[in-house]
């Protein structure tokens, strides 16, 4: 059976052109969750940010980054 079945293969341009969709959408995903974690921010007021960032599994600096990204890349 293995050799009746073919194999089918991307071209390397297809695979270029898939790998910088995606690393568009990476990028607008990773300016969103700025925004997101930016707002949840100022909803929850002083001491309930972090454990909320816990609480979704996120660190506090990683979450500074997103939202640094957020304000630096797309105001």
């Known amino acids: 059976m293995s050799e009746e079945r073919k194999e089918i293969r991307r071209s ?3 695979i270029t052109a898939s790998a910088r969709m995606n690393m568009q959408d990476m990028t607008n995903r990773a300016i969103a969750l700025g925004h997101d974690l930016s707002e ?3 909803v929850l007021g002083h001491g309930h940010f ?3 960032l816990e609480s979704i599994g ?3 600096s990683t979450a500074a ?3 640094k990204v ?3 890349v797309a105001p």
């Open 70 to 72: 957020a304000r630096e």
């Open 12 to 14: 390397l341009e297809e």
């Open 58 to 60: 996120i660190s506090s």
């Open 40 to 42: 949840a921010k100022q």
């Open 65 to 67: 980054n997103f939202m």
């Open 50 to 52: 972090l454990p909320w």
